[in-house]
Nanobody, 121 residues
Framework: QVQLVESGGGLAQPGEFLRLSCAAS????????MGWYRQVPGKERELVAR???????DYADSVKGRFTISRDNAANTVNLQMSDLKPEDTAVYYC???????????????WGQGTQVTVSS
C-alpha cells in the first residue's frame, strides 16, 4: 500500500512564511506527479501547485510568485514553501500524488490526511 505523510502547516501572521512537506512510501515504482491542493469549508478542493517527475510545474494564479514547490524524486518527497502568506491562504492543505505501484495497473491517485494552515493577525 501507499501512504502520504504530511508535516508542517500551523498558524502564521500575514506576510510570514510556512513550509509543508509530504513523503510518499510503500510499494512505489514511480511517483509521476506530486502536489498540493487546498480546501475551505463549502468550497471545492483546488490545486495550489504540482510538480511532475520531469520537473514541470503548475501553480494556481493566486499563489504564483509567493509559493514554491520542489521535490526529491529519489526520496519521493515534495515540499511547498509558502511566503508572503495572506488570510485567504487559510485552508486545509492536502498532499496529492499520482503513483505507479507494484500492485496497480497504470497509475492511481493518493491523498494525505490534510494539514491546517491558518493565516491571521
Amino acid at each position: 500500500q501507499v501512504q502520504l505523510v504530511e508535516s508542517g502547516g500551523g498558524l502564521a501572521q500575514p506576510g510570514e512564511f510556512l513550509r509543508l512537506s509530504c513523503a510518499a512510501s510503500g510499494n512505489i515504482i514511480q511517483v509521476v506527479t506530486m502536489g498540493w491542493y487546498r480546501q475551505v469549508p463549502g468550497k471545492e478542493r483546488e490545486l495550489v501547485a504540482r510538480i511532475r517527475h520531469s520537473g514541470d510545474l503548475d501553480y494556481a494564479d493566486s499563489v504564483k510568485g509567493r509559493f514554491t514547490i520542489s521535490r526529491d524524486n529519489a526520496a519521493n518527497t515534495v515540499n511547498l514553501q509558502m511566503s508572503d502568506l495572506k488570510p485567504e491562504d487559510t485552508a486545509v492543505y492536502y498532499c496529492n500524488a499520482v503513483i505507479m505501484t507494484t500492485t496497480n495497473i497504470g497509475v492511481a491517485d493518493y491523498w494525505g490526511q490534510g494539514t491546517q494552515v491558518t493565516v491571521s493577525s
